[in-house]
Protein backbone atom coordinates (compact mmCIF):
# COMPACT_ATOMS: atom_id res chain seq x y z
CA UNK A 1 0.00 0.00 0.00
CA UNK A 2 1.25 3.55 -0.68
CA UNK A 3 1.41 6.00 1.69
CA UNK A 4 1.86 9.24 2.11
CA UNK A 5 1.98 12.00 5.28
CA UNK A 6 0.37 8.73 7.50
CA UNK A 7 2.03 8.86 10.72
CA UNK A 8 0.52 11.55 13.16
CA UNK A 9 4.07 13.82 13.67
CA UNK A 10 3.85 14.23 9.56
CA UNK A 11 -0.33 14.98 10.35
CA UNK A 12 1.03 17.41 12.40
CA UNK A 13 3.73 19.09 10.50
CA UNK A 14 1.34 19.22 7.64
CA UNK A 15 -1.69 20.86 9.74
CA UNK A 16 1.02 23.10 11.34
CA UNK A 17 2.20 24.39 7.73
CA UNK A 18 -1.03 24.78 5.96
CA UNK A 19 -2.90 26.42 8.96
CA UNK A 20 -0.18 28.16 10.44
CA UNK A 21 -2.47 30.36 12.56
CA UNK A 22 -3.40 27.54 14.80
CA UNK A 23 -0.06 27.05 15.96
CA UNK A 24 1.83 30.53 15.65
CA UNK A 25 1.44 34.43 15.28
CA UNK A 26 2.19 35.15 11.12
CA UNK A 27 5.41 37.13 11.85
CA UNK A 28 7.23 33.85 13.11
CA UNK A 29 5.85 31.85 10.13
CA UNK A 30 9.36 30.56 8.99
CA UNK A 31 9.73 28.52 5.49
CA UNK A 32 10.98 24.87 6.56
CA UNK A 33 13.43 22.78 4.48
CA UNK A 34 10.70 20.29 3.40
CA UNK A 35 7.95 22.97 2.53
CA UNK A 36 7.68 24.61 -0.33
CA UNK A 37 5.04 27.67 -0.42
CA UNK A 38 1.82 28.20 0.68
CA UNK A 39 -1.91 30.09 1.12
CA UNK A 40 -3.74 29.25 3.92
CA UNK A 41 -7.64 30.45 5.71
CA UNK A 42 -8.33 29.93 8.65
CA UNK A 43 -9.87 29.60 11.38
CA UNK A 44 -13.38 30.82 10.66
CA UNK A 45 -15.52 31.63 13.28
CA UNK A 46 -18.18 29.49 11.01
CA UNK A 47 -18.08 26.37 8.97
CA UNK A 48 -16.76 25.07 5.82
CA UNK A 49 -19.56 23.76 3.72
CA UNK A 50 -18.09 23.71 0.22
CA UNK A 51 -14.61 24.58 -1.36
CA UNK A 52 -13.73 24.45 -4.62
CA UNK A 53 -10.58 25.11 -6.82
CA UNK A 54 -8.36 24.31 -10.08
CA UNK A 55 -4.73 23.85 -9.68
CA UNK A 56 -2.53 24.06 -12.17
CA UNK A 57 0.71 22.21 -11.03
CA UNK A 58 3.51 22.02 -13.66
CA UNK A 59 5.97 19.58 -14.85
CA UNK A 60 7.08 17.54 -12.14
CA UNK A 61 10.96 17.39 -11.49
CA UNK A 62 12.95 15.07 -14.23
CA UNK A 63 13.77 12.59 -11.65
CA UNK A 64 12.04 12.06 -8.46
CA UNK A 65 14.24 10.74 -5.30
CA UNK A 66 11.68 10.90 -2.45
CA UNK A 67 7.63 11.77 -1.88
CA UNK A 68 6.58 15.20 -3.86
CA UNK A 69 2.57 16.12 -2.96
CA UNK A 70 0.81 19.19 -4.16
CA UNK A 71 -2.68 19.97 -2.32
CA UNK A 72 -5.36 21.58 -1.09
CA UNK A 73 -6.46 20.58 1.92
CA UNK A 74 -8.87 21.28 4.69
CA UNK A 75 -9.20 20.62 8.64
CA UNK A 76 -10.22 22.23 12.00
CA UNK A 77 -6.68 21.79 13.15
CA UNK A 78 -6.84 18.65 15.05
CA UNK A 79 -10.16 16.66 13.33
CA UNK A 80 -10.03 14.81 9.89
CA UNK A 81 -7.55 16.10 7.00
CA UNK A 82 -9.15 16.33 3.64
CA UNK A 83 -6.72 16.34 1.27
CA UNK A 84 -7.00 15.53 -2.58
CA UNK A 85 -3.06 15.80 -3.68
CA UNK A 86 -0.86 15.44 -6.66
CA UNK A 87 2.00 12.92 -5.84
CA UNK A 88 5.68 12.64 -7.56
CA UNK A 89 7.18 8.87 -6.68
CA UNK A 90 10.42 7.70 -7.93
CA UNK A 91 8.33 5.87 -9.96
CA UNK A 92 4.75 6.71 -10.50
CA UNK A 93 3.83 3.87 -12.77
CA UNK A 94 1.27 3.08 -10.14
CA UNK A 95 -1.37 5.37 -11.43
CA UNK A 96 -0.22 4.98 -15.09
CA UNK A 97 1.74 8.14 -14.81
CA UNK A 98 4.84 9.31 -16.89
CA UNK A 99 7.94 10.98 -15.99
CA UNK A 100 6.13 13.90 -16.43
CA UNK A 101 3.26 13.31 -15.53
CA UNK A 102 1.71 13.76 -12.14
CA UNK A 103 -0.73 11.10 -10.00
CA UNK A 104 -4.06 12.20 -8.33
CA UNK A 105 -6.06 10.94 -5.57
CA UNK A 106 -8.79 11.64 -3.51
CA UNK A 107 -7.19 11.24 0.28
CA UNK A 108 -8.57 11.46 3.97
CA UNK A 109 -6.11 11.34 7.05
CA UNK A 110 -7.69 10.77 10.47
CA UNK A 111 -7.54 8.42 13.45
CA UNK A 112 -7.80 5.64 10.93
CA UNK A 113 -4.92 6.41 9.06
CA UNK A 114 -5.38 6.86 5.64
CA UNK A 115 -7.93 6.81 3.15
CA UNK A 116 -8.21 6.82 -0.75
CA UNK A 117 -9.97 6.89 -3.69
CA UNK A 118 -9.22 5.55 -7.13
CA UNK A 119 -5.86 7.82 -9.37
CA UNK A 120 -5.77 9.56 -12.00
CA UNK A 121 -3.05 11.12 -14.14
CA UNK A 122 -2.58 14.57 -14.28
CA UNK A 123 -0.11 16.32 -17.05
CA UNK A 124 2.03 19.22 -16.63
CA UNK A 125 -0.60 21.97 -18.05
CA UNK A 126 -4.01 20.14 -17.08
CA UNK A 127 -6.88 22.43 -14.64
CA UNK A 128 -7.20 19.91 -12.19
CA UNK A 129 -10.76 21.16 -10.28
CA UNK A 130 -11.10 19.76 -6.64
CA UNK A 131 -14.30 20.64 -4.79
CA UNK A 132 -14.77 19.39 -1.56
CA UNK A 133 -18.31 19.54 -0.69
CA UNK A 134 -20.36 18.80 3.19
CA UNK A 135 -23.71 16.55 2.76
CA UNK A 136 -26.72 18.90 3.70
CA UNK A 137 -27.33 16.80 6.71
CA UNK A 138 -23.55 17.96 7.87
CA UNK A 139 -21.98 14.67 8.08
CA UNK A 140 -21.12 13.53 4.80
CA UNK A 141 -17.72 15.08 3.29
CA UNK A 142 -17.14 14.48 -0.69
CA UNK A 143 -14.01 14.96 -2.89
CA UNK A 144 -14.34 15.55 -6.27
CA UNK A 145 -11.41 15.42 -8.62
CA UNK A 146 -12.01 16.49 -12.56
CA UNK A 147 -10.13 17.64 -15.42
CA UNK A 148 -11.85 21.36 -15.89
CA UNK A 149 -11.57 21.22 -19.14
CA UNK A 150 -12.65 18.05 -20.27
CA UNK A 151 -15.27 17.29 -17.37
CA UNK A 152 -13.57 13.71 -16.76
CA UNK A 153 -13.30 12.28 -13.63
CA UNK A 154 -9.81 11.96 -11.76
CA UNK A 155 -10.75 10.75 -8.59
CA UNK A 156 -13.47 10.98 -5.71
CA UNK A 157 -13.72 10.00 -1.86
CA UNK A 158 -16.76 10.49 0.51
CA UNK A 159 -16.53 9.85 4.11
CA UNK A 160 -18.24 11.02 7.12
CA UNK A 161 -15.79 13.78 9.19
CA UNK A 162 -16.35 16.32 11.32
CA UNK A 163 -16.46 20.42 11.20
CA UNK A 164 -13.65 22.10 8.62
CA UNK A 165 -12.89 25.81 9.53
CA UNK A 166 -9.74 26.22 8.19
CA UNK A 167 -8.49 25.82 3.85
CA UNK A 168 -4.64 25.70 2.94
CA UNK A 169 -2.57 24.74 -0.05
CA UNK A 170 0.58 22.50 0.75
CA UNK A 171 3.87 21.78 -1.11
CA UNK A 172 5.09 19.01 0.96
CA UNK A 173 8.37 16.94 0.17
CA UNK A 174 9.01 13.80 2.19
CA UNK A 175 12.25 11.67 2.44
CA UNK A 176 14.15 13.90 0.48
CA UNK A 177 12.54 14.74 -1.92
CA UNK A 178 13.32 16.15 -5.40
CA UNK A 179 11.64 19.92 -4.92
CA UNK A 180 9.08 21.62 -6.98
CA UNK A 181 10.83 23.04 -10.65
CA UNK A 182 7.48 24.79 -11.62
CA UNK A 183 5.22 27.68 -10.30
CA UNK A 184 2.05 25.78 -8.81
CA UNK A 185 -0.89 27.63 -9.98
CA UNK A 186 -4.80 27.52 -8.04
CA UNK A 187 -7.99 29.73 -10.19
CA UNK A 188 -10.82 30.67 -9.07
CA UNK A 189 -11.05 29.16 -5.15
CA UNK A 190 -14.00 29.58 -3.59
CA UNK A 191 -14.46 28.74 -0.14
CA UNK A 192 -18.14 28.71 1.33
CA UNK A 193 -19.00 29.35 4.81
CA UNK A 194 -22.12 28.12 6.88
CA UNK A 195 -22.87 31.92 8.11
CA UNK A 196 -21.55 35.00 6.97
CA UNK A 197 -17.71 35.59 8.72
CA UNK A 198 -16.73 39.35 8.25
CA UNK A 199 -13.34 38.38 9.47
CA UNK A 200 -12.62 34.97 7.72
CA UNK A 201 -10.23 37.06 5.19
CA UNK A 202 -8.39 38.89 7.75
CA UNK A 203 -7.19 35.21 8.51
CA UNK A 204 -5.38 34.92 5.16
CA UNK A 205 -1.45 33.36 5.11
CA UNK A 206 1.35 33.05 2.96
CA UNK A 207 4.42 31.32 3.32
CA UNK A 208 7.44 30.13 1.31
CA UNK A 209 7.50 32.98 -1.45
CA UNK A 210 3.83 32.25 -2.11
CA UNK A 211 1.51 35.06 -3.64
CA UNK A 212 -2.26 35.66 -4.54
CA UNK A 213 -4.53 38.03 -6.08
CA UNK A 214 -8.19 39.10 -5.81
CA UNK A 215 -9.35 37.81 -2.47
CA UNK A 216 -12.99 38.70 -2.28
CA UNK A 217 -16.36 38.31 -0.46
CA UNK A 218 -19.67 38.24 -1.10
CA UNK A 219 -22.97 37.59 0.96
CA UNK A 220 -21.52 39.69 3.99
CA UNK A 221 -18.95 37.17 4.15
CA UNK A 222 -20.22 34.39 3.54
CA UNK A 223 -18.65 33.18 0.19
CA UNK A 224 -15.22 34.18 0.09
CA UNK A 225 -12.91 34.11 -3.10
CA UNK A 226 -9.16 33.98 -4.76
CA UNK A 227 -8.82 35.19 -7.95
CA UNK A 228 -5.34 33.33 -8.35
CA UNK A 229 -3.00 31.59 -6.34
CA UNK A 230 0.77 31.19 -7.50
CA UNK A 231 3.49 29.13 -5.49
CA UNK A 232 7.05 29.47 -6.96
CA UNK A 233 9.48 26.21 -7.49
CA UNK A 234 11.40 25.02 -4.97
CA UNK A 235 14.36 24.66 -7.23
CA UNK A 236 14.96 27.32 -9.26
C1 LIG B 1 -12.45 19.03 15.06
O1 LIG B 1 -13.47 18.11 14.74
C2 LIG B 1 -13.48 16.96 15.56
C3 LIG B 1 -14.55 16.05 15.05
O2 LIG B 1 -14.18 15.56 13.81
C4 LIG B 1 -13.70 17.35 17.00
O3 LIG B 1 -13.64 16.22 17.82
C5 LIG B 1 -12.66 18.36 17.43
O4 LIG B 1 -12.96 18.84 18.72
C6 LIG B 1 -12.61 19.52 16.47
N1 LIG B 1 -11.49 20.39 16.84
C7 LIG B 1 -11.62 21.71 16.96
C8 LIG B 1 -10.34 22.46 17.27
O5 LIG B 1 -12.68 22.29 16.82
New binding site residues.
Partial sequence: MLLKASTLTLLLATLSTAFPNHFSSPSKTKREDTWGGSVSLGSTKSRIIKSETTIIPGLPPSKQNGMLFLWPGMS?????LIQTTLEQWPDNSWCGASKTQWCVRASLFGSFGQLDGPAGVVSANDQVKIVYTRSANGKTWTQDVTNAQTGKQLSTFSHD???M?GWGTGTECNGGCSGTVSEQKYMNTIITLEAADPTFGNTIAKAGGASYTGLSSSEGGKVWKISSISIPPMVK
Wanted: charged fraction near 10%; hydrophobic fraction near 0%; glycine fraction near 34%.
Fill in positions: NGTGDSGHT
